[in-house]
């Protein structure tokens, strides 16, 4: 069965330092693993994704994710924080195996202090 | 590339009406698209999967004659909130399934206020 946690609901950083948000999966088949961001009353914005490739996967905004199968982690990193970064973060598993079935986390807030 | 697009973008009505809302997928085309539901702070949840030309598939507790879908071309799909309800406030986020992989393509959401 899939699953989806993301352990962290919000993560607070200072402008300029690095940015952890934390993402543990489940899946019964090779998933797809994917980041959004959401900004306050915006759509989601694909940020990047995992399919099978190199597992280390480099996303737009700076932001880059790893996959770790051994882990079943899919965890999102950036640099060095900005305000603009300040949204709501998904972790997503898609499994296209059997029917696509997407699972969504719960999401992570994550706030950029001056 | 992959835009989506949702109209409107907010909408406020009055109790017992009915809103449609409007999907675009505006430079590809898609046969499967999703209808997702977003409370506040809280994570998506998926109301619907559609084919093109298929009557689509509901999640369980998703009410398929209040919440009506037409996906009448590859590139255009529609959802219908009848007799909206204050409890049917919402984010409604549609979402196109394109790509190899395939990945969503999500529009820039609804928000919908019933009075």
């Known amino acids: 069965a899939q699953s989806v946690t993301q352990l962290d609901s919000h993560v607070s950083v200072s402008e300029g330092t690095p940015v952890l948000l934390r993402c543990n999966y489940s899946?019964?088949?090779?998933?797809?693993l994917f980041w959004y961001v959401q900004h306050p009353n915006k759509g989601l914005q694909l940020l990047l994704k995992y399919t099978s490739a190199a597992t280390l996967v480099k996303g737009i905004n700076g932001f880059e994710a790893e996959f770790k199968k051994s882990e079943t982690s899919f965890h999102l990193t950036k640099p060095s924080a900005h305000m603009s970064d300040a949204a709501e973060y998904f972790c997503?598993?898609?499994?296209?195996?059997?029917?696509?079935?997407?699972?969504f986390g719960a999401g992570t807030r994550l706030f950029v202090k001056a | 590339g992959a835009v989506v697009s949702q109209h409107p973008s907010r909408v406020i009505c009055k109790s017992g009406t009915s809103v449609k809302i409007e999907c675009r997928s505006l430079?590809?085309?898609?046969?499967?698209m999703f209808w997702y539901r977003q409370f506040p702070k809280q994570s998506l949840m998926l109301m619907a999967t559609s084919n093109e030309g298929s009557k689509a598939t509901y999640e369980q507790g998703v009410e398929k004659d209040k919440f009506l879908i037409n996906h009448a071309s590859l590139t255009l799909s529609t959802l219908t909130v009848t007799s909206a309800h204050p409890e049917d406030s919402s984010f409604y986020i549609c979402s196109w399934r394109a790509g190899v992989p395939e990945t969503q393509y999500f529009g820039p959401g609804t928000r919908l206020l019933v009075l």
């Open positions: 997503v598993v898609s499994e296209s195996t059997g029917g696509f079935k997407t699972i």
């Open positions: 430079d590809f085309q898609a046969t499967t």
């Open positions: 899946s019964s088949y090779s998933p797809s």
